[in-house]
């Protein structure tokens, strides 16, 4: 935020002088308004950062209007204020915080034309407060009835048929009559996409509020990269989304990754599974949030994975006597958390022992007889191809289905 610039009364109306300093103002009366209210100070920062163009916009037609000696109208008003508020509604933030935040926002811009008028022409500062209070007046009633309009929209009805639409498909239940409530006709093909996000948990008086944001944007974000009716089950922290048609290509889930997770704020991780017939939906979505969560386990970053991506690991997961005997394989290093980090770095630097070495901090020559001391204990040899691939495949297995025991170990108390 900027910081406030105190200057004395200059040459001109109160409107000019108040103008003058409109780009900073903006700043200022979105801090005291939306910025203000409460659980604003436990949300990411610029979280209503959106809101400022609309703030800005509102106050520089205003302000025109005075200076012709007009009314600022209430449509006028609707143009800047009804998106904004259809955005928080939608949020379900509080319509007393919306209130608040606008007489706040008011208080705000009294206080600047306040340090900026003349002493000696009261009545002009008498003038802008009692268009001031007017347009006031005007937001209050046209925030009132957007909040009241969102909330009893059809369109929200709409989207919670086409919630239980995709729930149907995806559990493979009859789905013909959702999809006519919902006006959507159901494709032969779908591409099933699973969403996961790495984020801490939000705190509990904005909990509601970051996950209804997070699914407007992910639906807006949706609506502009497919230009088709999308069905999804995002619960602001991971979900299932259909795509129509299933071809690959349809929608890049890179960019959709990549564009969630700046708007999000957080790693955001999609796997798709593409060219899914209509009947096989629920396999595939299991299959597909199998894998996100694998790729979120693995620490792997932003972006979009498919089969292909993981097919080493994915199969590695597979529960079987083959799993069993990995972990077991690893088993005798859990007891010595610098012989794990030792094989870690290992199989990320491969036959560098030298760069491997400086990463932990010890001579070369100590890295080696760890690397020994793995083979004594493993009986596998780190430094031998097929060793390397599988304590690499053991190690896996290790970071994906820790033991209790073992998690113990290699993290003590």
Excluded: W
């Excluded at 950062?49 to 009314?71: K, N, S």
């Excluded at 984020?199 to 904005?206: D, I």
Aim: hydrophobic share 45%; glycine share 8%; charged share 25%.
């Amino acid at each position: 935020m900027s910081v406030a610039v105190h200057s004395s009364p200059g040459e001109g109306s109160i409107v000019t002088r108040v103008l003058d300093r409109l780009p900073q103002l903006a700043e200022r009366i979105l801090a005291s308004g939306l910025g203000s209210v409460l659980p604003a100070g436990s949300l990411p920062e610029g979280h209503f950062l959106e809101v400022l163009p609309a703030i800005y916009g509102c106050a520089h037609a205003f302000l025109r209007a005075v200076e012709q000696g007009r009314e600022f109208t209430r449509e006028e008003v609707r143009t800047f204020v009804v998106p904004v508020v259809e955005r928080h509604a939608e949020d379900r933030l509080p319509l007393r915080l919306l209130v608040e935040a606008v007489h706040e926002s008011a208080r705000q811009v009294l206080r600047e034309a306040v340090e900026v008028s003349d002493p000696a022409a009261p009545g002009e500062l008498v003038e802008f407060g009692d268009q001031l209070l007017r347009l006031l007046m005007h937001i209050n009633a046209v925030v009132v009835e957007s909040y009241a309009e969102v909330e009893q929209s059809v369109f929200n009805a709409e989207r919670e048929a086409r919630r239980a639409l995709c729930a149907a498909l995806l559990r493979g239940l009859p789905a013909e009559e959702l999809a006519a409530r919902a006006d959507i006709v159901l494709a032969d093909h779908y591409s099933v996409l699973a969403l996961r996000l790495r984020s801490a948990e939000p705190a509990a008086e904005v909990a509601n509020l970051l996950t209804r944001r997070r699914i407007r944007l992910l639906q807006q974000t949706l609506d502009r990269l497919s230009l088709t009716a999308t069905l999804h089950t995002f619960d602001g922290a991971h979900g299932t989304v259909l795509l129509p048609g299933g071809e690959p290509g349809g929608v890049d889930v890179t960019e959709l990754a990549a564009e969630l997770a700046q708007r999000f704020g957080v790693d955001v991780l999609v796997a798709e599974i593409a060219g899914t017939a209509r009947e096989s939906v629920p396999g595939a979505a299991r299959q597909a949030a199998e894998l996100a969560e694998l790729a979120r386990l693995l620490g792997r970053p932003t972006g979009g994975y498919r089969i292909d991506d993981l097919v080493l690991e994915y199969q590695l997961t597979r529960p079987g006597p083959a799993r069993d005997r990995l972990a077991e394989r690893i088993a005798p290093l859990l007891r010595s958390p610098h012989l794990v980090e030792t094989l870690d770095a290992h199989l990320r630097h491969g036959a560098d022992r030298k760069s491997a070495a400086a990463e932990m901090h010890v001579h070369p020559n100590t890295f080696s007889y760890r690397l020994r001391r793995i083979a004594d204990l493993t009986g596998t040899d780190p430094g031998e191809p097929n060793g390397s691939r599988l304590l690499a495949a053991a190690l896996t297995v290790h970071r994906l289905y820790p033991t209790a025991e073992g998690d113990r170990m290699v993290h003590p108390q």
